[in-house]
């Protein structure tokens, strides 16, 4: 920790709270059609910015039209991939009220991420009126139809201009809205996964349990494997002893076996997800039996030529849910069930229910943006 105390101090602003000006733009853009939005085509009038430099911390908050940067040619992260991001909803309940679901556990998680990738660490607080004041100046970007939302990506990178691996002097962070369908073109069907035994996600003391770039772009060759074999996303081994079952794609996976709800262990290169969180509390609150621990990948086949593999379904923010239908290893399916089961289907119409207002929220996780 001592490595990066000069980048997390000068963290705060001078007041409680943020005075974030307000730049507005000459044009409103035409809105799309909220029956066909896919995922990620479409961004909203607006965006939040926040610039920090090394010192004087966090300054200039601002709500600006929506549009392309500058950035000089040797900018840090252009060359070293320091940026975080996050990513949340907002949803439009039946009364009009807007919704957040769990900000306060994205802003934590990107203080985590902040912190392994040396970077500023901003205060929840300060991420939550950012975003909430974006959404609130979009408010009629809030799709209201069903399975719609607005999606939120904070995100913070290095732009100082500089060649050399080192932290940067100069930060920015920033906030950009889409309103969004369904995560992928299946919905809530379930969908094909292609295990993969050579390529490696992340290993403990890396940075799998932090949410920035790099560990994505290194997925996109095993992505590009499996969609050549006709196949949606790949279910990661650990990066050790290509072993024990870890992530599918972007999202945490779980997987029922007997009356037995398991998934991986947070032990430094699994996310720790904010829907993975909810749904274990879900789990455990109807009753049912939760285990966070290794499983091997010989254990789920035996599992399931055995029958007793029931259900196995991803879990994250862009999708929520979304039901494997088809696992494949080594060339050999070992597992199909063309159906949603009866504990995915729960769990989707829980957490949503909850996320739009239709249900109690018991677990006091909603923020109303007022």
Not at 55 to 78: C, H, N, Q
Not at 101 to 111: G, L, S, V
């Amino acid at each position: 920790m001592l490595l990066f105390r000069g980048i997390i101090k000068n963290n705060k602003f001078r007041g409680e709270i943020m005075e974030i000006r307000f730049e507005e733009r000459k044009d409103l853009k035409k809105k799309p059609d909220m029956n066909n939005l896919g995922f990620g085509k479409y961004y909203t009038d607006y965006m939040f910015m926040l610039d920090w430099y090394s010192d004087k911390g966090f300054t200039d908050p601002r709500i600006i039209p929506y549009g392309p940067i500058e950035f000089d040619p040797a900018s840090l992260v252009l060359h070293y991939a320091q940026e975080t991001f996050e990513g949340l909803k907002a949803y439009k309940t039946k009364d009009g009220r807007i919704l957040l679901f769990r900000p306060d556990m994205n802003a934590k998680r990107f203080q985590k991420s902040n912190e392994r990738l040396c970077m500023p660490v901003l205060p929840v607080d300060d991420f939550i009126q950012a975003v909430a004041e974006l959404v609130k100046k979009e408010e009629a970007w809030i799709p209201t139809l069903e399975n719609t939302s607005l999606y939120i990506r904070p995100f913070m990178f290095a732009y100082q201009p500089k060649l050399g691996v080192h932290a940067a002097d100069h930060y920015k962070f920033m906030i950009i809205l889409s309103p969004v369908g369904s995560y992928y073109k299946e919905g809530l069907k379930p969908v094909k996964i292609y295990v993969e035994d050579e390529l490696v996600r992340a290993v403990k003391g890396g940075t799998g349990f932090a949410k920035c770039g790099g560990n994505y772009a290194s997925s996109i060759l095993a992505q590009m494997k499996a969609e050549e074999m006709g196949y949606s996303q790949v279910l990661w081994l650990d990066g050790v002893e290509h072993k024990y079952v870890e992530e599918v794609g972007t999202m945490n996976v779980m997987f029922v076996i007997d009356d037995t709800i398991i998934t991986a262990p947070l032990e430094g290169s699994v996310l720790p997800g904010v829907t993975r969180d909810s749904m274990i509390q879900v789990l455990k609150d109807k009753g049912y039996k939760v285990e966070e621990r290794k499983l091997s990948i010989d254990e789920l086949i035996k599992a399931s030529k055995e029958g007793r593999l029931k259900e196995a379904f991803g879990t994250g923010t862009a999708a929520v849910i979304s039901p494997i239908g088809t696992l494949m290893y080594k060339g050999e399916v070992f597992f199909e069930n063309n159906n949603i089961g009866e504990i995915s289907q729960m769990l989707y119409d829980t957490l949503t229910g909850i996320q739009t207002g239709k249900l109690e929220d018991k677990f006091g996780w909603t923020y109303e943006v007022k």
